[in-house]
């Protein structure tokens, strides 16, 4: 293992974990409420802001080839699927009702959190086989 497979690795798991916030947020898998355009700009302007804030370091490491530009891109991920689970949090409260277990009820983002990180995982898994 070299220094070089962790930078891809925590890129690619950060990446993932990223797009999977946004795949829950935006209702895939429907466990919770779908945002409106009108309702919700905060989220999709983060979605926007984050995909700019990444653009800059894949394209900085496509134009030089340096391994150090997977940290920054990965810490933008990690930063955007954070912040997207705090919007989400406070824009729902919690899971649909027809998904609240008395788990779902005491850890409102337990599913969400399920989905992102075990995504995320299985993702990072593939890479490392």
């Not at 999977?20 to 429907?30: A, E, H």
């Not at 989220?43 to 030089?64: D, K, Y």
């Not at 080839?65 to 810490?75: I, K, R, T």
Request: one cysteine or more.
């Amino acid at each position: 293992m070299v220094i070089a497979d962790l930078y891809f690795w925590f890129f690619i798991s950060s990446s993932a974990y990223m797009v999977f916030t946004w795949q829950i947020s935006f209702g895939l898998p429907p466990a919770y409420v779908y945002p409106s355009l009108k309702a919700d700009t905060k989220l999709f302007n983060h979605v926007r802001l984050s995909i700019f804030a990444v653009m800059p370091c894949v394209a900085g490491l496509a134009v030089t080839n340096e391994l150090a530009f997977f940290v920054p891109a990965g810490l933008v991920a990690i930063w955007s699927g954070w912040r997207t689970r705090t919007l989400l949090l406070n824009r729902t409260q919690g899971p649909l009702p027809w998904l609240l277990i008395p788990l779902s009820a005491r850890w409102p983002m337990l599913i969400f959190d399920i989905w992102t990180i075990g995504g995320a995982l299985l993702m990072l898994l593939q890479f490392i086989r």
